[in-house]
């Protein structure tokens, strides 16, 4: 089966610019997941979706940044406008059920915003 | 608080040397799970083992074993006889299987990065 798939793999930006990853999870995954890991720290939970649903978006640091999952099928996280803070990778990672913990994860978009 | 400790940050061996990464979790929870992913400098992560809290048997896949002891929270990982493509950073995560919204959420330590030379 394909896996999960993210794309940009890598995007250069200017602070105050938009910049939107995609995720596109495995085939019949409900369960999604964004992580962030800034340089040099852990990988930290932004948000979780079951279906096209917020499960749980607490890890989202502010309203710059806008996730969605039209349909229960692939995912969108938008940042804008982009601050410099907001460099590093961005992982997602899907899941059948929520408590079965049979992740994949992406390769990740490393975001740089200078 | 850090719910997942990773103390080492970088770690450089020789080939064909042991190595032993550490990491401590701390969790209110009685039931949990622990994970071990691999990024290489591909990028992915890669997932290496899940262990849930209810069994604490050490396990031996390859080259590769993890000591989980509930006892003292730590879930080490060693590498026996280092090769250079082992040479990746190594996340611990922890996952709280009892908190409702929550559930299913990774809690990541730093990660350590290690590197083996020829």
């Known amino acids: 089966e394909a896996g999960v798939t993210q794309f940009p793999s890598h995007s250069v930006i200017e602070k105050g610019q938009t910049v939107t990853l995609r995720c596109d999870p495995i085939s019949g995954h409900d369960n999604l997941y964004w992580y962030r890991r800034v340089m040099g720290k852990e990988i930290k939970f932004l948000l979780h979706?079951?279906?096209?649903?917020?499960?749980?978006e607490s890890g989202m640091p502010n309203n710059r940044f806008l996730a969605e999952r039209t349909g229960g099928t692939y995912s969108t996280l938008k940042v804008q406008p982009a601050e410099l803070e907001d460099s590093g990778v961005y992982f997602c990672?899907?899941?059948?059920?929520?408590?079965?913990?049979?992740?994949?994860f992406g390769s990740g978009t490393r975001l740089t915003v200078v | 608080a850090q719910k997942v400790t990773q103390a080492q940050t970088e770690i450089s061996v020789v080939e064909k040397e042991d190595v032993t990464l550490d990491c401590v979790y701390e969790?209110?929870?009685?039931?949990?799970?622990l994970f071990w992913y691999k990024q290489p400098p591909s990028g992915e992560l890669v997932f290496l083992i899940r262990?849930?809290?209810?069994?604490?048997q050490n396990e031996i896949s390859g080259r590769y074993s993890w000591n989980f002891q509930k006892s003292t929270s730590s879930f080490n990982f060693t590498i026996t006889a280092s090769q250079v493509v082992d040479s990746a950073v190594y996340f611990c995560a922890l996952s709280e299987a009892s908190r409702g919204s929550t559930l299913g959420r990774l809690y990541f330590g730093r990660g350590t990065q290690l590197t083996v030379w020829p």
């Open positions: 262990r849930n809290s209810f069994d604490e």
């Open positions: 990672a899907s899941s059948h059920g929520m408590g079965d913990y049979g992740y994949t």
């Open positions: 979706f079951v279906k096209e649903s917020k499960q749980d």
């Open positions: 969790t209110r929870d009685t039931t949990y799970y």
